[in-house]
T-cell receptor, first 118, second 112 residues
Framework: GAVVSQHPSWVICKSGTSVKIECRSLDFQATTMFWYRQFPKQSLMLMATSNEGSKATYEQGVEKDKFLINHASLTLSTLTVTSAHPEDSSFYIC??????????????FGNGTRLTVT | TQLLEQSPQFLSIQEGENLTVYCNSSSVFSSLQWYRQEPGEGPVLLVTVVTGGEVKKLKRLTFQFGDARKDSSLHITAAQPGDTGLYLCAGAQLTGANNLFFGTGTRLTVIP
């Protein structure tokens, strides 16, 4: 089955630094990837939709200058949390669909990245 | 924003009991998916329902899509400790847009 790899699985950084999270589709091409944020014991909140070769679409309330998304190829999207603050500590998850998938087709999720900002 | 409300939010039951999780919305979806997520991992797809009134079974799990395609339910028979996890419903928009709207989640704990 389709595999999405997310790296790193966990990261601890100091306040004010930037952290990059990678999301790779290993055995399929993904024109669209999605980035979610999940707080403890809560559901997934969509942050942005990452489109290969174009600008990401951010959800309302998500700062695009703070959460930089780059989708430079059909198999890789990156999320960079810039000038991280303790309140950015969360579980970040990416997902992807195949290049020719319809809206009904399932999303393939990475295993998430636990970010802790000290 | 298309809200998907799940109930109950938390559920703790004894092994062998039955349970039902509900996923409700005022919006119509082209399809609805159910995922299960374990701590520290990404969600894993359980099922996709597409047709209003559709019922799908996956071993001890029974999924139903409402006739109006606004709601769904997940019924687990004879729950086992391995069923413990966060259950998420997710709806796909009628417009065919790529993203899914996730429900508020139900955290299930099955006590041995």
């Amino acid at each position: 089955g389709a595999v999405v790899s997310q790296h790193p699985s966990w990261v601890i950084c100091k306040s004010g630094t930037s952290v990059k999270i990678e999301c790779r589709s290993l055995d399929f091409q993904a024109t669209t990837m999605f980035w979610y944020r999940q707080f403890p014991k809560q559901s997934l909140m969509l942050m942005a939709t990452s489109n290969e070769g174009s600008k990401a679409t951010y959800e309302q309330g998500v700062e695009k200058d703070k959460f930089l998304i780059n989708h430079a190829s059909l198999t890789l999207s990156t999320l960079t949390v810039t000038s991280a603050h303790p309140e950015d500590s969360s579980f970040y998850i990416c997902s992807a669909r195949g290049a020719h998938s319809l809206g009904n087709s399932p999303l393939h999720f990475g295993n998430g990245t636990r970010l802790t900002v000290t | 924003t298309q809200l998907l409300e799940q109930s109950p939010q938390f559920l703790s039951i004894q092994e062998g009991e039955n349970l039902t999780v509900y996923c409700n919305s005022s919006s119509v979806f082209s399809s609805l998916q159910w995922y299960r997520q374990e701590p520290g991992e990404g969600p894993v797809l359980l099922v996709t329902v597409v047709t209003g009134g559709e019922v799908k079974k996956l071993k001890r799990l029974t999924f139903q899509f409402g006739d109006a395609r606004k709601d769904s339910s997940l019924h687990i028979t004879a729950a086992q400790p391995g069923d413990t996890g966060l259950y998420l419903c997710a709806g796909a928009q009628l417009t065919g847009a790529n993203n899914l709207f996730f429900g508020t989640g139900t955290r299930l704990t099955v006590i041995p």
